[in-house]
């Protein structure tokens, strides 16, 4: 099932594949973001995260979601190497930016990275 990217609430399942095929550092194919392209029906989704919010740009556009502790760790110990679990991370969304640019006025991380 595709999902719109701004929804309030974002249920990422992030499965045994997610973690199995994903790439450490990655925004592109970290296990997150994998559970992001799934969801949202979207192969060109990126996602950035730090500490307290997981940004999700998309074709759509760039949303901030909360990002709880329990993910950071997720995120900080499958990017060190060590063993971790799948998870189901409830993500609240922040707020949503317009015509692509965020908050601030600066560009989304998608479009730096020349998606």
Do not use: W
Request: aromatic letters at 6%; hydrophobic letters at 40%.
């Amino acid at each position: 099932m595709k999902v719109r990217l701004s929804p309030p609430v974002l249920n990422l399942r992030v499965t045994e594949e997610d973690i199995q095929q994903g790439n450490q550092g990655s925004p592109f194919y970290c296990p997150i973001a994998r559970a992001a392209i799934k969801l949202l029906g979207d192969e060109e989704v990126v996602v950035h995260a730090t500490g307290e919010n997981l940004t999700v740009a998309a074709k759509g556009g760039t949303v901030k979601y909360a990002m709880s502790r329990r993910g950071d760790q997720f995120i900080r110990r499958f990017d060190l190497g060590a063993e971790v679990k799948p998870i189901t991370l409830r993500l609240r969304r922040r707020g949503m930016s317009s015509l692509g640019l965020r908050r601030d006025g600066s560009l989304p991380l998608a479009v730096l990275k020349g998606f």
